[in-house]
């Protein structure tokens, strides 16, 4: 700690920090443009200057870039003194010489950083008569707009694209006041994280593609602290509403998740929530000659054929979701009773989560949260292709890998933030990451060593590195002299880091990758080593089902007979299982129930249909792949603007079916009562309970606003509808209100912040009021509560079961699916953004094969994967081993084919 | 629209990953990729290279054209990104095409203050063409520079390789004569 003397007053700070991140962390005010907390300082738009003194008697001082002066105790400096304003003024000026000053036409405007620094620094009048230098703009593909006149060049795009998160197509060219920032030509932005620059950059560059189709200023916009739905990782978002459809997709700041950063996926694919063909009424489909006919229904109507059709069945199954919150697939559980709920998860892939679960509470290493991810000195990945499947965990082992820079700084004393002097000193040197995957990945460039096989040889890897660490792990045969080289390159690493991470996780569908991680963790532990294990799991609650339990989703399509009925919850069994089975088994009920938002092909095919809430319309609890117990709150009321969407949450219309179906009152009418229950019957879920303030929080005795207070047209907005106004939606389940009244500062701790806002900060840097310090915890503490024990049980032994070598075969090829950032995501796949992005179908086989095939890239192939015939254009792999068949897992492609032996078809082979 | 996997014929290896189609209608000749193969060399990073790669490809061609950069990010292993941004932060690499010969005439102050602008003037006469120009015959471009480093020679200037200076505006047309 060190004492400043800011203005005449003191302050104690951290030593460590420079000036600009302690002023910020105190709650001072100094315009910046070019200092990011996550990327650190390089002192180029010389927007922060203050006066540094040499002591209490001096009174002249000298001006300093505060995010390039490091913090000194007993420093006198003086953010208020003249010159250092003066001269704060006259940079912003020269910035803003060839800004187009656009604000109305911008969509930066109202969340923008340079006009909030113009306004900061009290630059209200325009000298400059000349001519302004004027650039052409980039189609940077559907995500991202460029308007490049608006650039006041303070190279955050750049250092966060480039050195942060590895990106490479997008650079600065030129030089002087002639500074272009885009891509060498014309062309989508290929980096997973693109779309923070419409955040990082502070100004209108880069904005959201996807929010100029239906554009509102920030302030016009109705937010909830959310979760994002796309993969396991529990990235904390912030939707904006307006008119009943979702806007745009903000982060949201977790300290301890995402903080400053989403992926492309999260942020780019929420146009699901909009789809026009989105069921918003009850539907039952009526057989009438010969025809089947929809016929909309009112609740009551939905609710009382659905509890007739239930009654009459001799038993009702219920089909879960790992994309419904707990409490909706709790309501489900207990409607149709624990004997009878499956978690809507295949069997394999169930399995897996409760491998990994059980890894995750009783294994040898603790679970790391995402920001912890980034402070590890050897990652090793096995068989997770991270980028597609969890791209923010890839970004965080990206920083893992950078952090060499950093401590190599920090032994010769410069300090962590000095962002050039230590990129400059590491000469892009990085911390070991070996990557074991099928093939080739986005972050290969990250990797020290990369190692291609298919599933038994990733296992067989992680085991010999295992053995390797500790003779008292299973030993494995026959390996060749290549991959023992690099068994003990590995093993070494492990052993010399300081904390050593193990990923790895389900998306291979390997039960013994999973194992072979555990092997590696309790090894390492064995050896006394520090370190951690991350299991990824596939969706954004798979880890919550498997903790919930039940059974898996073969055991649902299994059991489905005659005079069965089945309920199913926000759930496309046609995603996860081959359409014949799935048919047989609806086929062979009474009566399917279907809860849903999407028009899926199950929706279509069951015979009443209950239409939900997603994300934006609905509050519920997920839990990450780290066991972090996350609440998402509803964003907007529906039936405000649609007076006939009769969506509800899940739980709600299952809660009420049961009750009806009983006969009886409802038990529950606010989410938190549900919550409450689901914590009491499952003990392991108790901590649920405290993922977020119950409804009843308040804020010097007000609930919490979603919308800012310069809201506008609260009165109009409906006027198409009926010129009397109603009153605004009330919210029984949260402590939010769908109104700007409310509380919406940063004095008072809190966690669930809708919307970053404080007075003169409109733009996302406006979280530095809302954290104990500046890129730090949130003032209330990170949102969230870790379900996991620190420390697990280290009770879990070996695994012994090492597999044998991969068995090629001449006439099969071995199908291993290949997840797709864009694509894999059922939902995200149904936005159209998304859409644009997403690979078209094809088959991957090794050069090898190919060569012997006689077949080159595009050919087309079919194959034939049990009862499927696939017939598609050829991709190929250098990297892919010979005999295995990559089939993208994409939502036209067959689901369940994992591991399944493909055969040439017939017409190919002639 | 997703943009294909990378030519098979343009590189030996063949990936899943969709990545930008580089243009394939510029080859570096077997001279110009040696020579940057072997500057590489010198350096650990080979980020270090840029510079030199580009002066290889100019030297050669006059000036970079597009392609250029894309096969030198290709050689150095580094992103066409980082090659255009060096090749467009130095004022005399070339990424469009110039004349034959290239005039550089010195503005800075020791040359302004020796009559650099009927220099100048002398040469826009002479040649009928403004800065960043270049003639019809394609004989010359005309650049100013900021210092040629001959503050006793001003006013100053550069054609190809050569200094002049100090150089009479009224020698113009004779300087430039030997030029062809």
Redesign the interface.
């Known amino acids: 700690m060190a004492t400043i003397h800011v203005d005449g007053k003191d302050y104690e700070v951290d030593g460590s920090d420079n000036l600009l991140h302690a002023c910020l962390s105190l709650g001072l005010d100094i315009p910046y443009f070019c200092w990011h907390p996550a990327m650190g300082s390089v002192g180029a738009c010389r927007q922060c200057a203050v006066k540094q003194y040499k002591d209490a008697d001096d009174t002249r001082g000298t001006l300093v870039m505060s995010c390039m002066a490091p913090v000194k105790d007993d420093a006198y400096i003086s953010i208020e003194d003249d010159e250092a304003k003066d001269f704060r003024a006259s940079v912003i000026e020269w910035l803003m010489t060839n800004h187009p000053h656009d604000c109305p036409v911008c969509e930066e405007g109202g969340h923008c950083h340079l006009q909030d620094m113009t306004v900061m620094t009290g630059h209200d009048r325009r000298r400059y008569r000349f001519a302004k230098r004027t650039h052409r703009n980039q189609n940077l593909g559907p995500f991202i707009g460029h308007e490049m006149n608006r650039c006041i060049t303070c190279y955050r795009c750049v250092r966060f694209y ?1 050195d942060y998160a590895g990106g ?8 002087h006041e002639n500074i ?1 920032f885009g ?3 014309d ?2 932005l ?1 980096n997973e994280f693109s779309g923070n620059l419409t955040e990082v950059c502070p100004t209108g560059v880069f904005t959201d593609q996807t929010h100029s189709e239906h554009y509102t200023r920030k302030w016009d916009m109705q937010f909830a602290p959310s979760i994002c739905h796309g993969c396991s990782s529990g990235c904390n978002i912030s939707p904006g509403e307006r008119y009943g459809d979702v806007r745009r997709i903000e982060n949201r700041y977790n300290g301890e998740v995402n903080h400053y950063f989403l992926c492309d996926r999260g942020r780019f694919g929420y146009g699901y929530v909009n789809r026009a063909d989105r069921p918003r009424q009850p539907v039952m489909r009526v057989d009438s000659d010969d025809e089947r006919r929809d016929e909309l229904l009112d609740v009551g109507g939905a609710l009382d054929h659905s509890a007739e059709r239930l009654k009459k069945a001799q038993r009702v199954i219920g089909i879960g979701s790992p994309r419904a919150s707990l409490e909706s697939n709790h309501v489900l559980r207990e409607l149709v009773g624990a004997e009878h709920f499956s978690t809507g998860i295949a069997q394999q892939e169930y399995e897996n989560l409760q491998l990994m679960l059980e890894i995750q509470r009783e294994g040898a290493l603790p679970t790391p949260s995402m920001r912890e991810i980034e402070d590890h000195d050897a990652v090793i990945v096995l068989g997770e292709d991270l980028m597609q499947t969890a791209a923010r965990v890839a970004l965080a082992v990206r920083q893992a890998a950078n952090g060499r820079a950093q401590d190599l700084a920090a032994e010769i004393g410069i300090p962590a933030w000095n962002a050039n002097a230590v990129n400059t000193l590491a ?2 040197r990085q911390y070991p990451v070996f990557l074991a995957t099928l ?4 972050m290969d460039d990250l990797a020290r060593e990369r190692f291609h096989g298919s599933a038994e040889e990733i296992a067989r890897l992680g085991f010999a590195v295992a053995h390797a660490l500790d003779d008292s792990a299973p030993a494995v045969e026959g390996l060749d002299e290549a991959t023992q080289t690099l068994v003990s390159t590995i093993a070494e690493a492990l052993m010399t880091a300081e904390r050593p991470l193990i990923i790895s996780g389900g998306s291979m569908g390997s039960r013994e990758v999973i194992q072979a991680a555990a092997n590696l963790a309790r090894a390492l532990r064995q050896r006394d080593r520090r370190g951690s294990l991350t299991l990824v799991s596939g969706e954004a609650n798979s880890t919550g089902l498997a903790m919930l339990g039940g059974h898996s989703l073969d055991w649902a399509l299994d059991s489905l007979g005659e005079g069965d009925a089945v309920v199913v919850l926000e759930n496309d069994l046609y995603a996860r299982a081959d359409a014949e089975r799935v048919d047989r088994a609806l086929g062979a009920a009474e009566c399917v129930v279907c809860a849903d938002h999407q028009s899926t092909p199950t929706w279509l095919r069951a015979d009443i249909g209950l239409p939900v809430a997603t994300f934006a319309e609905g509050d519920g609890t997920l839990v990450s792949h780290e066991g972090r117990a996350q609440r998402f709150f509803q964003v907007y009321d529906p039936s405000y603007y649609r007076p006939n969407d009769l969506t509800h949450e899940s739980w709600r219309w299952l809660h009420a079916l049961h009750t009806t179906m009983e006969a009886r009152r409802v038990d529950w009418t606010q989410l938190d009562e549900v919550t409450e229950d689901c914590a009491e019957h499952h003990p392991q879920l108790a901590g649920i309970r405290d993922a977020a303030p119950s409804a009843s929080f308040r804020i010097k005795g007000q609930k919490l606003a979603r919308e800012p207070h310069r809201y506008s047209g609260r009165t109009a907005m409906r006027a198409n509808i009926s010129v009397s106004e109603p009153r605004a939606p009330q919210d029984a389940d949260s402590a939010f209100t769908f109104s700007m009244e409310g509380y919406n500062g940063y004095a008072e701790p809190r966690s669930q912040v809708a919307f970053a806002w404080a007075p003169g900060w409109n733009s996302p840097q406006a979280w530095n009021k809302f954290q104990d310090e500046v890129g730090g915890h949130l003032t209330g503490s990170d949102p969230g509560n870790r379900l996991f024990e620190p420390e697990p049980d280290n009770r879990l032994e070996y695994f012994t079961a090492v597999p044998g070598r991969f068995e090629q075969r001449d006439d099969a090829w071995r199908v291993a699916r ?1 997840p797709h950032l864009f694509g894999s995501d059922e939902m995200s796949a149904r936005a159209e953004p998304i859409q644009q ?4 179908p094809y088959v ?1 086989l090794s ?1 090898g094969d ?1 060569r012997r095939l006689g077949v ?2 595009g050919t087309e192939l079919t194959f034939t994967i049990g009862s499927h015939r696939l017939t598609l254009p050829l ?6 081993r010979d005999g295995v068949l ?1 089939v993208p897992a994409l939502p036209t492609m067959p689901a369940a084919v994992n591991h399944e032996w493909a055969h040439l078809g017939e017409e190919t082979k002639a | 629209m ?2 294909s ?1 990378r030519d ?1 014929s343009a590189s030996s ?8 189609q580089y243009p394939d209608d510029f080859v570096l000749s077997d001279e110009e990729r040696e020579a940057i193969e072997q500057e590489k060399g010198h350096f ?2 080979p980020r270090a290279a840029s510079i030199e790669a580009l002066k290889i490809v100019q030297k050669r061609r006059g000036w970079v054209p ?1 392609g250029a ?2 096969a030198i990010s290709n050689v150095l292993g580094i ?4 090659v ?2 060096v090749a ?4 005399l690499i070339f990424r469009q095409p110039v004349g034959r010969h290239v005039i550089l005439i010195c503005d800075s102050s020791s040359c302004f203050l020796t009559d650099y602008e009927q220099l100048r003037d002398a040469f826009t006469r002479e040649l009928g063409i403004g800065f960043g120009q270049t003639t019809e015959d394609n004989r010359f471009t005309l650049l100013p520079v900021c210092c040629l480093g001959a503050c006793d020679r001003g006013p100053a200037l550069m054609i190809d390789e050569d200094l002049h200076g100090p150089v009479d505006p009224g020698d113009v047309a004779s300087l430039l004569e030997q030029y062809a």
Not at chain 1, 168 to 175: C, I, R, T
Request: charged residues 25%; aromatic residues 10%.
């Open positions: 480039k490479e197509d997008l650079g600065a060219f030129g030089a272009y891509r060498t030509t062309g989508t290929e000469q892009g093939t080739e990945t986005r290949l992005r997403m690979s078209a991957a050069e190919a080159d890239v991709r190929i792999s250098s990297e892919l990559g | 997703e943009p996997t098979a290896s063949y990936s899943l990953i969709a990545s930008d650990e990073n597009d950069i894309y992103p066409s990104s980082d255009e941004g467009t932060f130095y004022s």
